[in-house]
């Protein structure tokens, strides 16, 4: 795939799938075949490389004793030649399900089309007779042998349940077929054959309407899909069938690993019979990649090897589309934040009580009943503290359990001290102000640093003392008052490394933002602002902390000119140092956290997810609560510099610190970067290969 331009999803590994519901006659193969070739034709402008069908699309499911009709069987094969034919001209695979004589005996089959021949066919395995079905009085179920071959249309071709198609020129492209009934199964045929390598499970399905049963179908859907590791599309019958009885309402899905990608409108005819068309670009090297790191789906096939082994495939070539191609899927900017705002308070909720419970079960453990917390008045720390105090009202202790220390240094703004004072006195926890500057001047003197003697020397020296000082005094107060000193790094300084190691903010008795990104953590600190869950008043300081540039503030303010000199104002001024400016926007770079560390992309794919987020303003959605001076677009050349910032920090220089991590609850999928969690790699790797691929694969 390597031949393809970067814009183009099938080289970053995504296929893109389709799920086509066509208005068919009932009992009128003709008919139905003429409405197939529409949409397949549709699928075909849309580059799909696979396009899946109602179950008994031709002749219509609800013919009930008309199937033991030669007329209509006859007419069904001849509609099949049609479309065999017909496919030869065209990029999709298509599974289209038939009524088929095989033996003396009536199958209930799916046909897989491409290139003008017939892959494969593939009989439906489990057939209803319960409530309204009765498929058993025209059909049989699944009998073959992987050795059993079938004539149709004018082919000769494998005939069996356990059948695999692999698409050998996309990698990781494997589908397997299954038909309705046979997913609502106990053990779904599916289940086997994902086992067995399929990516991909196709089911063709009649599923009949009732009050809540689509509710149930997307869940079988969504489970099958995470359970399998696998993409699952799903084409359900709908406008065309016969209402003699039952009612059809159109239902297609397409997840993947448990995600819904696209889902059609239900009970969407528009009266011309047009039918619906849904596609989706599926993510075949995640799913690869899942498949890697998931050792229970190898032990599960070990277990089952002899159902695993009777599976026959059948390999042939696709006609890759070329050219530039639009992503037929949503990116979301902030993967640790739902864009929904009913999740996005489900994620918010669930992150705090993990946060909670876990510095809780802590405190139990450990007998103490005092925490102890630096407080800059920046994001981290705020959410911290916030932690600390629900904490303590869980075990019923009293917020002045909380023993809150703002410890201005050379670089602190007045207006990040002035924040951390309002906060504290707004949450009534013990509030207590060190000036460690004097302690810091010692220790450069100390040392020898030339900021003692008067130079304006302001290098990592001279950020780390003040970093280490404010730690060294934390852990000396925690002996003092027997308490616990709460750590307030979060996941995104530690993936780059912005923290000091050691005696620094890198170390703590129990950190629990240690798996929460940066992002997030804005997100939650909005949350608590408005639900106004410590009053009003406190949330106007939340507010105003989030509104603050993110700086560690370690460079005095006399190092670089102000504009605003001697005006006074509410306003944050502008920090003498910017964190993002000197490691990259934390939207962004936690966006590449997400992929890189959780999925292992390579970096060309990362990019291209990222500028497909990314590049513009108006697409897709953004998550609640953000202004629109706070949304920000990136270009391509952006996302590269940038994701090579974070290739370089993450691989080769700041392993050495989170392999020295301090107890902290994971809270995300994923987001753990701790050595006894998630992640484990050696301090002294290099990143040339990342950095290598980036620099070749992205333009």
């Given at each position: 795939?390597?031949?393809?331009?970067?814009?183009?999803?099938?080289?970053?590994?995504f296929?893109?799938?389709?799920?086509?519901?066509?208005?068919?006659?009932?009992?009128?193969?003709?008919?139905?075949?003429?409405?197939?070739?529409?949409?397949v034709?549709?699928?075909?402008?849309?580059?799909?490389?696979l396009?899946?069908?109602?179950?008994?699309?031709?002749?219509?499911?609800?013919?009930?004793?008309?199937?033991?009709?030669?007329?209509?069987l006859?007419?069904?094969?001849?509609?099949l030649?049609?479309?065999?034919a017909?496919?030869?001209?065209?990029?999709?695979?298509?599974?289209?399900?038939?009524?088929?004589?095989?033996?003396?005996?009536?199958?209930?089959?799916?046909?897989?089309?491409?290139?003008?021949?017939?892959?494969?066919?593939?009989?439906k395995?489990?057939l209803?007779?319960?409530?309204?079905?009765?498929?058993?009085?025209?059909?049989?179920?699944?009998?073959?042998?992987?050795?059993?071959?079938?004539d149709?249309?004018?082919?000769?071709?494998?005939?069996?349940?356990?059948?695999?198609?692999?698409?050998?020129?996309?990698?990781?492209?494997?589908?397997?077929?299954?038909?309705?009934?046979d997913?609502?199964?106990?053990?779904?045929?599916?289940?086997?054959?994902?086992?067995?390598?399929a990516?991909?499970?196709?089911?063709?399905?009649?599923?009949?309407?009732?009050?809540?049963?689509?509710?149930?179908?997307?869940l079988?859907?969504?489970?099958?899909?995470?359970?399998?590791?696998?993409?699952?599309?799903?084409?359900?019958?709908?406008?065309?069938?016969?209402?003699?009885?039952l009612?059809?309402?159109?239902?297609?899905?397409?997840?993947?690993?448990a995600?819904?990608?696209a889902?059609?409108q239900?009970?969407?005819?528009?009266?011309?019979?047009?039918?619906?068309?849904?596609?989706?670009?599926?993510?075949?090297?995640?799913?690869v990649?899942?498949?890697?790191?998931?050792?229970?789906?190898?032990?599960?096939?070990?277990?089952?090897?002899?159902?695993?082994?009777?599976?026959?495939?059948?390999g042939?070539?696709?006609?890759?589309?070329?050219?530039?191609?639009?992503?037929?899927?949503?990116?979301?900017?902030?993967?640790?934040?739902?864009?929904?705002?009913?999740?996005?308070?489900?994620r918010?909720?669930?992150?705090?009580?993990?946060?909670?419970?876990?510095?809780?079960?802590?405190?139990?453990?450990?007998?103490?009943?005092?925490?102890?917390i630096?407080?800059?008045g920046?994001?981290?720390?705020?959410?911290?503290?916030?932690?600390?105090?629900?904490?303590?009202?869980?075990?019923?202790?009293?917020?002045?359990?909380?023993?809150?220390?703002?410890m201005?240094?050379?670089?602190?703004?007045?207006?990040?001290?002035?924040?951390?004072?309002?906060?504290?006195?707004?949450?009534?926890v013990?509030?207590s102000?060190?000036?460690?500057?004097?302690?810091?001047?010692?220790?450069?003197e100390?040392?020898?640093?030339?900021?003692?003697?008067?130079?304006?020397?302001?290098?990592?020296?001279?950020?780390?003392?003040?970093?280490?000082?404010?730690?060294?005094?934390?852990?000396?107060?925690?002996?003092?008052?027997?308490?616990l000193?709460?750590?307030?790094?979060?996941?995104?300084?530690?993936?780059?490394?912005?923290?000091?190691?050691?005696?620094?903010?890198?170390?703590?008795?129990?950190?629990?933002?240690?798996?929460?990104?940066k992002?997030?953590?804005?997100?939650?600190?909005?949350?608590?602002?408005?639900?106004?869950?410590?009053?009003?008043?406190a949330?106007?300081?939340?507010?105003?902390?989030?509104?603050?540039?993110?700086?560690?503030e370690?460079?005095?303010?006399?190092a670089?000119?102000?504009?605003?000199?001697?005006?006074?104002?509410?306003?944050?001024?502008?920090?003498?140092?910017s964190?993002?400016?000197?490691?990259?926007?934390?939207?962004?770079?936690?966006?590449?956290?997400?992929y890189?560390?959780?999925f292992?992309?390579?970096?060309s794919?990362?990019?291209?997810?990222?500028?497909?987020?990314?590049?513009?303003?108006?697409?897709?959605?953004?998550?609640?609560?953000?202004?629109?001076?706070?949304?920000?677009?990136?270009?391509?050349?952006?996302?590269?510099?940038?994701?090579?910032?974070?290739?370089?920090?993450?691989?080769?220089?700041?392993?050495?610190?989170?392999?020295?991590?301090?107890?902290?609850?994971?809270?995300?999928?994923?987001?753990?970067?701790?050595p006894?969690?998630?992640?484990?790699?050696?301090?002294?790797?290099?990143?040339?290969p990342?950095l290598?691929?980036?620099?070749?694969?992205?333009?």
């Amino acid at each position: 795939m390597a031949d393809l331009p970067f814009e183009n999803p099938y080289r970053h590994g995504f296929v893109r799938v389709a799920v086509a519901i066509p208005s068919p006659r009932v009992a009128d193969p003709d008919h139905s075949a003429r409405r197939v070739l529409e949409l397949v034709s549709a699928a075909h402008q849309r580059r799909a490389a696979l396009v899946v069908f109602p179950e008994l699309v031709l002749t219509g499911y609800t013919c009930d004793d008309l199937f033991h009709q030669e007329a209509l069987l006859e007419a069904t094969e001849e509609s099949l030649a049609v479309l065999v034919a017909a496919s030869a001209k065209l990029r999709p695979v298509l599974v289209v399900d038939a009524p088929l004589r095989r033996e003396g005996k009536l199958f209930n089959c799916a046909v897989v089309i491409h290139d003008g021949a017939v892959l494969g066919v593939v009989p439906k395995t489990y057939l209803p007779n319960y409530r309204e079905y009765y498929e058993k009085r025209q059909f049989v179920g699944d009998e073959a042998r992987q050795s059993d071959w079938i004539d149709v249309a004018g082919c000769h071709a494998p005939f069996g349940a356990r059948l695999l198609f692999e698409v050998e020129n996309v990698p990781g492209f494997t589908f397997h077929v299954e038909i309705c009934e046979d997913l609502w199964a106990p053990v779904s045929p599916s289940s086997f054959a994902s086992l067995a390598g399929a990516t991909v499970l196709v089911n063709p399905s009649a599923s009949n309407v009732t009050i809540d049963k689509a509710a149930y179908r997307r869940l079988l859907c969504q489970s099958q899909s995470g359970k399998c590791v696998a993409a699952y599309v799903y084409a359900g019958a709908g406008y065309g069938e016969s209402t003699t009885d039952l009612a059809w309402d159109g239902h297609g899905l397409i997840c993947e690993n448990a995600e819904i990608l696209a889902e059609t409108q239900r009970f969407a005819d528009d009266g011309k019979g047009e039918g619906q068309l849904l596609v989706a670009d599926v993510d075949l090297g995640r799913l690869v990649q899942e498949r890697v790191r998931l050792t229970t789906l190898h032990d599960a096939a070990r277990r089952h090897r002899g159902e695993v082994e009777a599976f026959g495939r059948v390999g042939f070539e696709i006609d890759v589309p070329g050219g530039k191609l639009s992503l037929e899927r949503e990116i979301q900017r902030f993967p640790f934040v739902p864009a929904s705002t009913r999740e996005r308070d489900e994620r918010c909720a669930e992150a705090y009580a993990i946060q909670v419970h876990g510095l809780v079960q802590r405190l139990q453990a450990t007998g103490i009943e005092r925490v102890v917390i630096g407080v800059s008045g920046g994001l981290d720390s705020t959410q911290a503290l916030i932690v600390a105090v629900q904490a303590l009202e869980k075990l019923g202790l009293p917020r002045a359990n909380v023993l809150a220390y703002t410890m201005p240094g050379f670089g602190t703004s007045e207006h990040t001290l002035e924040s951390a004072r309002a906060l504290m006195a707004a949450l009534s926890v013990s509030a207590s102000e060190i000036d460690i500057r004097p302690s810091c001047r010692q220790m450069l003197e100390d040392i020898g640093h030339p900021f003692a003697a008067g130079e304006p020397v302001h290098d990592v020296t001279f950020e780390n003392v003040q970093a280490g000082d404010r730690t060294s005094h934390l852990f000396r107060l925690a002996n003092l008052h027997r308490g616990l000193v709460v750590g307030t790094g979060d996941l995104s300084e530690l993936a780059l490394g912005w923290c000091t190691y050691g005696v620094g903010d890198q170390m703590s008795h129990y950190n629990v933002n240690a798996s929460v990104p940066k992002t997030l953590v804005q997100h939650l600190i909005r949350w608590v602002a408005d639900r106004e869950l410590f009053g009003a008043g406190a949330s106007e300081v939340l507010r105003r902390i989030l509104e603050t540039e993110i700086s560690p503030e370690l460079v005095p303010a006399s190092a670089k000119k102000r504009a605003r000199k001697g005006k006074k104002s509410t306003a944050a001024a502008p920090p003498v140092q910017s964190t993002e400016q000197a490691i990259g926007p934390f939207d962004l770079q936690d966006f590449h956290l997400y992929y890189i560390s959780r999925f292992g992309f390579r970096p060309s794919k990362v990019a291209y997810l990222a500028h497909r987020a990314w590049a513009e303003l108006d697409r897709g959605r953004w998550p609640p609560g953000l202004r629109a001076d706070e949304r920000r677009e990136y270009s391509l050349a952006e996302i590269k510099r940038w994701l090579e910032v974070f290739l370089r920090r993450f691989f080769a220089e700041s392993q050495f610190k989170r392999s020295a991590m301090p107890n902290a609850p994971k809270v995300g999928s994923g987001g753990s970067l701790s050595p006894r969690g998630d992640w484990r790699a050696p301090s002294d790797a290099s990143a040339e290969p990342w950095l290598e691929e980036l620099r070749r694969n992205v333009p």
